[in-house]
């Protein structure tokens, strides 16, 4: 797996699996890359959040 940021109306994520498929992206786009980065970051460390069933 790996984040790939890339440019359209701003800065954007998506994290890829190994298959090349998608996993998750971006809700919005970053004017600053640097806020795109902090966003993958924040993800990445979310890994142990509870799921909760809406």
């Given at each position: 797996?790996?984040y790939e940021?890339y440019?359209?109306?701003?800065?954007?994520w998506?994290?890829v699996?190994?298959n090349?498929?998608?996993?998750?992206m971006?809700?919005?786009?970053?004017?600053?890359e640097?806020?795109c980065?902090?966003?993958?970051?924040?993800?990445?460390?979310s890994s142990?959040?509870?799921?909760?069933?809406?």
């Amino acid at each position: 797996m790996y984040y790939e940021k890339y440019r359209t109306d701003g800065w954007r994520w998506r994290l890829v699996a190994s298959n090349g498929r998608i996993i998750s992206m971006s809700s919005e786009a970053y004017v600053a890359e640097g806020d795109c980065d902090r966003s993958i970051e924040i993800n990445k460390g979310s890994s142990s959040a509870p799921v909760r069933r809406a």
